[in-house]
């Protein structure tokens, strides 16, 4: 077996000191890159605004948003997951970088609030309320428990 510091599992890097910066900003870029490939759409008239929020919302955030529930969330990572929601929202409003536009300026366009960050938390407390009904290893590690024999005797209740 050879000893390596990061490794891809089902699509996630896993890191030997539990960071998770790498692939956070993976997924970010795998979300822009399926931002821009559907810039036709972007720009298409005949859709409104509202569809092209809700098709940001079933196409672009399930990228950026895979196995978040292992990340490990700092400031400077919510502030990049906050600024991959915004770009996604201004790319789909046609909204360029360069208009002086405020962020909360272009979610009153769109009707919407921020949201991704908010679903990425709840998965993370849905994944953990899941494995803290079960019995595996994931609660073991959590709650620090080692795993030992069992003493002699009867059972303490």
């Not at 196409?59 to 502030?79: D, H, Q, Y």
């Not at 290893?137 to 709650?143: A, W, Y």
Request: with cysteine; aromatic share 6%.
């Amino acid at each position: 077996m050879e000893i390596v510091s990061h490794f891809k599992y089902l699509g996630s890097i896993v890191r030997e000191d539990g960071k998770c910066e790498q692939d956070i900003k993976t997924r970010i870029g795998m979300a822009r890159t399926t931002l821009r490939k559907m810039k036709t759409l972007w720009k298409n008239r005949n859709i409104s605004t509202q569809t092209k929020i809700r098709l940001v919302k079933a196409l672009i955030w399930p990228v950026a948003t895979f196995g978040c529930e292992s990340w490990t969330l700092t400031k400077m990572l919510m502030k990049k997951i906050e600024s991959c929601e915004m770009v996604s929202y201004r790319q789909a409003m046609k909204i360029p970088w360069t208009a002086k536009l405020t962020n909360e300026e272009v979610l009153q366009r769109a009707h919407e609030t921020r949201n991704l960050l908010t679903s990425v938390t709840s998965r993370k407390l849905r994944h953990f309320r899941h494995m803290m009904r079960r019995e595996c290893l994931e609660k073991d590690v959590i709650l620090g428990r080692v795993p030992r024999k069992r003493g002699r005797g009867r059972l303490k209740r």
